[in-house]
């Protein structure tokens, strides 16, 4: 069997999975500041969690999957957040004090509709900013948004996105389309955009592309004085970033290739039950050919696919892979696991 295509129909991000230093806290962020949807607190545990997370006997989590169900247009299934506060003595927290972009999974991307009346509140309750919201042009074809960073729970990079002009731009008529699917009551949406630094551009591509029908949306060279501004990199810094998008205008994944400057490397510790941003999940169409098609591309096995109850997401069939272009970890589910011992996956 060959790698598949979606037909332009790719998939999204469904979840960010996080180890969070306390469940408390998670819900003060993303439920009270972010205004997503919360789950109620539950306890993960048993044998096909520990095998699911390479985690030792007796391990278990806090889990709460947070969502925008009530959103018009967005679904309760593009964008969300899984955040497990697991029960281990020795938890490394993966982001450090003064961080800016690492090798991995870094940030969460929000939109909000007024980004400086939004980093003006945060910053009354004491929240940490890179700088101050800065305008940019990506190019002429895509735009101008305007962005700020800050230091969200357990220094996890949350960057806060101003769409920006008219249809004639890529940004513009994302703005549009934004627009018609709403906010939280407190004015953000669901993860729109989250950012993965690579090391491989090609190989990281192509599990986007082969393993998920992604397809870019925008591939330019970031290196304007304003731009590295507020996103801490050094002056004269050029990334190539690629924008990956699936089926939704949220979920989408930027990929990060620093041309001529070095990212710390937080990979290796980028797994459970450490503390920060752990995994992207995708729900694939048929897992199957997502194995075929992880296989064709050579995406390391972390863990092989198995049934599991997977708090937010119910019974599903599921695996974990390590993307090829960077070693982060990147979750597939397919839904419908009770059928899966008939047509011979397990």
Avoid at 107 to 129: C, E, H, M, P
Avoid at 136 to 150: D, I, Q, R
Avoid at 245 to 255: E, I, R, S, T, W
Avoid at 281 to 304: H, K, Q, T, W, Y
């Amino acid at each position: 069997m060959s790698a598949f295509s979606f037909q332009n129909a790719g998939a999204p991000l469904a979840v960010a999975i996080l180890g969070v230093s306390h469940i408390d806290t998670a819900l003060g962020f993303y439920r009270d500041v972010i205004g997503l949807d919360a789950s109620a607190t539950i306890t993960w545990a048993g044998e096909a969690f520990e095998r699911h997370f390479q985690l030792p006997k007796g391990s278990s989590a806090k889990a709460v999957m947070f969502g925008m169900h009530s959103a018009p247009g967005a679904g309760p299934k593009v964008g969300r957040v899984l955040a497990l506060q697991f029960n281990a003595a020795d938890r490394k927290v993966i982001p450090t004090a003064g961080d800016r972009t690492y090798r991995g999974l870094w940030n969460l991307n929000f939109y909000v509709s007024d980004i400086r009346a939004t980093t003006k509140a945060l910053q009354a309750k004491g929240y940490n900013f890179w700088s101050e919201p800065v305008g940019y042009e990506v190019s002429a074809k895509a735009g101008a948004p305007v962005e700020v960073l800050f230091d969200g729970p357990d220094g996890l990079a949350i960057n806060l996105v101003e769409l920006t002009g008219d249809e004639t731009t890529t940004v513009g008529k994302l703005k549009i389309e934004v627009d018609a699917l709403g906010k939280t009551k407190t004015g953000f949406t669901q993860v729109a955009t989250t950012s993965h630094s690579i090391i491989h551009r090609d190989k990281a591509m192509a599990f986007y592309m082969r393993v998920l029908g992604m397809e870019v949306r925008i591939d330019d060279i970031l290196g304007k004085p304003e731009t590295n501004h507020f996103l801490g990199r050094p002056p004269d810094a050029k990334t190539r970033a690629t924008f990956m998008a699936g089926a939704h205008q949220f979920g989408k994944v930027a990929l990060s290739h620093p041309e001529n400057y070095t990212a710390p490397d937080k990979v290796p510790i980028a797994v459970p039950p450490n503390i920060g941003y752990l995994a992207q999940s995708f729900c694939v169409p048929s897992l199957l050919r997502a194995m075929d098609a992880c296989n064709s591309i050579g995406a390391e096995i972390f863990s092989p696919a198995m049934e599991i109850d997977i708090p937010g997401l119910g019974l599903t069939a599921a695996m974990i892979v390590r993307n090829p272009g960077s070693g982060a970890l990147m979750h597939l589910f397919e839904e419908g696991a009770l059928s899966f011992r008939a047509r011979g996956l397990f």
